[in-house]
């Protein structure tokens, strides 16, 4: 439950930030909400009433599934290659990092 | 064949890319290494399209993981096709890009390839959790492309582009993970039917599907995809238009056909959504004023002609929508490069700025025209074949709505591509242009564009004209890629057999 109640605390401030206007503020909403899909892919395997996955260190019966842990580590990776790049993307226009169409 | 050499299909692009990004000299060499890649592809996809004939599935788990923990890639024949019209784009953008001069930056050829390893791994895999990856590789290399090419509005561009995918995927993240505490496995084919007999599943894989959706510009959210193609070079829109929603649109086919095995309960929303898709993506193209902006709305338009399959699913209505999918592929592509040609060689895509194409530029208007009356689906073109067979689809359905609707918004196509043929071909050539008169042979007008940039886009306007004189062949493969989804035994016992 307390990981559910997380998730949610993070979507809505993930989304309250990407509905901003500064590029800044949109890719820390991405980091909010990357945080928040990754805790879901988390909570997919049972992690919350089991042991770590770690193979002779805890009981396979008793050990929390792996698989999504995977999951989990490859799209952290991503998310923050993309963080880096909407970063550079914010400071590549010209003066503030506001995304208004000024045309 | 020996299945595990479908993985080929993503290392020989990546290390290709990986070689390009090192070796900046010399020029030849890097091209021909962009696209003999690229050749190379299109020559493996023909092979995996004579390999899955007749419901032939090849399937292997990398590096012989157990089935659950691995990553199968499989082919059967609708990812062959798709992989044969991926190919075949790849090489013909890039050689536009080659002659338009994108190539100039060093960056260009290896991302286009890493691109396109992307789409080969998201059409190959058999895995929910790595299709969000490979959708990400593809993804990471176009975040490049639309900010490093195009005019000064390509930044703007590119921010809502990156917002509106990374969006987009963490949705696609969410709803995985979701599949994954309900079923327990993100494998398609373990999945299998799951949609349909449970309503947890069912409701997991809509979030995939409302993410893929979104990837793939359905109305009501389409308007990113006519805000941000227009504003990069005229190469990587077209490139973007052939290749990336229709990464989406096939994992729709996938997915409803395999793991909701077509369940009759949703198709008709898909009809509701897809009807209202042709008109106002058509609708949309009315009040744009450059050639590239009204493809991009048209393309909106195509893709509701092209998900109406899957909508009507029953096995005319798949091949109807595979075929649909196929053409459209290959004549927006051609649509992209022929008006890109004239973008490069004078500098302005608005309608109106230039005039007179058609006498100065007499190859790429007739490959401008034939393109355009298949996009319409006048015959003899390849458009005629497949609106054809899917307006037959929809009344066979019994869905005369939407087999109404297809028709009209035909016409508003045609409507719409006069439009350009008269902003940019017609009519008589400006004055700048007349100083241009040859010297050497007094009243002939100079021609601005290099052969070698009106070759792309006249190659793809042969292909649409031999699907539509031959459009026999075409039909019977995607009427065997439609029983495949059909019936997904055989693809199934490919992953977990």
């Known amino acids: ?103 | 064949m020996n299945s595990a050499l479908l993985a080929v299909l993503v290392i020989v692009p990546l290390l290709a890319a990986a070689l390009l990004v090192v070796m900046r000299e010399p020029v030849a060499l890097r091209r021909v290494i962009l696209l003999g890649t690229n050749a190379f592809a299109l020559a493996f996809a023909v092979w995996l399209v004579v390999e899955t004939w007749g419901g032939q599935v090849l399937g292997h788990n990398i590096a012989l993981w157990p089935d659950g923990i691995a990553i199968p890639f499989v082919a059967d024949m609708f990812s062959a096709l798709m992989v044969v019209v991926t190919a075949l784009l790849s090489l013909v953008c890039s050689a536009f890009g080659v002659a338009s001069g994108d190539d100039d930056r060093h960056y260009f050829a290896p991302l286009v390839l890493t691109l396109s390893a992307g789409v080969y791994g998201a059409l190959l895999t058999a895995d929910l959790f790595n299709l969000f990856v490979f959708i990400e590789v593809m993804l990471l290399p176009s975040y490049g492309l639309i900010a490093m090419l195009g005019g000064m509005s390509r930044l703007s561009a590119g921010r809502l582009y990156v917002t509106m995918n990374l969006l987009t995927s963490t949705i696609l993240l969410a709803g995985v993970a979701l599949v994954y505490g309900a079923a327990g496995t993100v494998n398609i084919a373990e999945l299998a039917g799951l949609g349909k007999e449970s309503p947890v599943v069912g409701a997991a894989m809509g979030a995939v599907l409302i993410a893929l959706s979104i990837k793939a510009a359905v109305v009501p959210v389409h308007g990113w995809l006519a805000r941000t193609y227009p504003y990069t070079s005229p190469a990587v829109t077209a490139l973007f238009s052939g290749l990336h929603t229709k990464v989406a649109i096939y994992a729709i086919y996938r997915l409803y056909a395999v793991i909701f095995d077509g369940d009759s309960r949703y198709l008709w929303i898909g009809v509701l959504v897809m009807s209202a898709t042709m008109l106002i993506g058509v609708l949309g193209a009315v009040g744009e004023e450059t050639t590239r902006s009204i493809l991009a709305f048209h393309m909106v338009s195509q893709i509701g002609y092209i998900l109406l399959g899957v909508a009507l699913f029953g096995p005319i209505g798949l091949m109807a929508g595979i075929f649909y999918l196929l053409h459209h592929m290959i004549v927006k592509a051609s649509l992209f490069l022929s008006t890109g040609a004239v973008e490069v060689a004078y500098g302005t895509n608005e309608l109106g700025r230039i005039s007179g194409i058609a006498r100065t530029e007499p190859v790429v208007a007739a490959a401008f025209l034939g393109a355009a009356f298949s996009l319409a689906g006048l015959p003899p073109f390849s458009g005629f074949v497949a609106k054809l067979t899917l307006v037959t689809a929809a009344i066979s359905e019994e869905q005369i709505y939407a087999a109404v609707i297809a028709i009209i918004v035909s016409l508003l196509t045609l409507m719409s591509m006069l439009k350009i043929w008269k902003g940019v071909f017609w009519g008589r050539a400006h004055e700048d242009e007349v100083h241009a008169v040859s010297a050497r042979k007094p009243g002939a007008l100079l021609t601005h564009i290099s052969p070698s940039l009106a070759l792309p886009g006249l190659v793809l306007a042969a292909v649409t004209l031999s699907l539509g004189v031959g459009g026999q062949l075409l039909l019977a493969l995607s009427e065997q890629a439609a029983l495949g989804l059909l019936d997904p035994s055989a693809y199934i016992e490919a992953v977990i057999g």
């Open chain 1, 1 to 103: 439950m307390t990981l559910a109640l997380f998730i949610g605390v993070l979507v809505a401030g993930g989304v309250y930030l990407v509905l901003q206007r500064g590029m800044v503020r949109i890719t820390f909403g991405f980091v909010l909400l990357s945080h928040g899909a990754n805790l879901m892919l988390i909570s997919a395997g049972v992690a919350a009433r089991r042991d770590e996955p770690l193979v002779h260190l805890s009981d396979l019966a008793d050990a929390a599934d792996a698989l999504p842990q995977a999951f989990a580590l490859t799209a952290i990776v991503i998310a923050f290659s993309i963080t880096i790049y909407m970063l550079a993307l914010a400071g590549a226009g010209k003066g503030d990092d506001d995304t208004e169409d000024r045309t």
